[in-house]
């Protein structure tokens, strides 16, 4: 146990650590921070929180920089979130404006992320298990060209092209359009493949070959929706906290390219008020034991995804914390309306 007042130590020894990465010493909170006591004082209240393993000091005779646990402590009792500034805000609701599809939102979502917090962003595609098809367009393109595009209730937009061997027409396409969308329009993903694989039998025979070629197609595109994914953003960042990373920056870039692995680490977060924290040595199963990972959960078409930040334990957790929380409530919201 220690002290209010020591947690307020604390609380300024993350600060100062977070802004300078520098190790910092009694005589430096004295002169930063209105604490109204001594050095000496102060100095008694950094022995509590190094007893406390909240604190360690990297170097004989430096001053301290917070452990792991600090961070824990910090993030769960002392950080708050930092309001946005109304620029940040604005930035948000201007970035992101009205999305055209799921894919153009998620991308601008990771990249205003990555700019509002300075650390790599993470996007979660959110699950299809609930979404259906809307619609299913047919666009010719050339003499042997074709474009399909798959649209679900979910504002997911996937289109593919199509080079066949079976000469277009406009009739063709015209009559596959309709059966394509009578079979399939309001369907759940989960279910729309089977009623697919009937449409050739619907279809006059000199046009059968095409109905295949086109089924297939959006047996594919099905699939694709249905995977769990991530889009992410910032990776660059990670080069300007290189020290941070006493293993080297390898270890962490080959974690994140793991996409499965994020997911499933993204899966095992409670997400309380909002936004949750895991730190240091709590990712250590996942190979990114020197990283933290603030993340929010996001609301499309009933399905809850997740989305968040990744970067060096020594972060800015207030304003990351605010900055995941702000954008998943806009994303929210943004989905919900379109």
């Known amino acids: ?160 092209v199509v080079e066949t061997d079976v000469a277009l027409d406009e009739g063709s396409l015209i009559e596959l359009r309709t059966v394509v969308n009578g079979a399939s329009v309001g369907l759940l993903l989960q279910d729309v493949s089977t009623a697919l694989r009937a449409v050739p039998q619907q279809i006059r025979p000199d046009a059968q070959p095409l109905a295949g070629v086109v089924v297939a197609t959006l047996i594919e595109q099905v699939a694709a929706n249905r995977q769990d994914r991530l889009v992410m953003a910032g990776a660059a960042n990670l080069a300007k906290s290189e020290q941070d990373f006493s293993g080297g920056l390898f270890p962490v870039l080959e974690a994140i390219e793991e996409q499965v692995t994020l997911l499933r680490l993204f899966g095992e977060m409670q997400i309380d008020d909002g936004v949750a924290a895991r730190i240091g040595v709590e990712n250590a199963e996942y190979g990114l034991d020197a990283t933290s990972i603030v993340a929010g959960g996001y609301l499309a078409g009933g399905e809850l995804a997740r989305l968040g930040v990744l970067g060096p334990t020594r972060m800015d957790y207030g304003t990351n914390m605010a900055a995941v929380r702000a954008v998943a409530r806009y994303l929210s919201k943004l989905l919900g309306e379109h």
């Open 1 to 160: 146990m220690v002290s209010e007042r020591s947690l307020e130590v604390l609380k300024a020894i993350v600060r100062d650590y977070v802004a300078s990465r520098e190790p910092v010493g009694s005589k430096t909170i004295v002169e930063r921070h209105a604490f109204g006591v001594s050095a000496a004082t102060i100095r008694n209240d950094m022995a509590q929180l190094e007893d406390e393993q909240l604190i360690a000091a990297p170097h004989t005779s430096s001053g301290r920089v917070p452990t792991d646990k600090g961070y824990r402590v910090f993030v769960d009792h002392l950080a708050g979130a930092r309001p946005l500034s109304s620029a940040q805000r604005h930035a948000i609701e201007t970035f992101l404006g009205a999305p055209n599809d799921l894919d153009e939102v998620l991308g601008r979502t990771v990249r205003l992320l990555s700019q509002l917090t300075n650390q790599v962003a993470l996007v979660q595609y959110p699950s299809m298990v609930r979404a259906r098809v809307q619609h299913i367009e047919l666009v010719r393109l050339g003499d042997n060209r074709l474009m399909v595009v798959l649209i679900t209730d979910t504002a997911r937009v996937e289109q593919r």
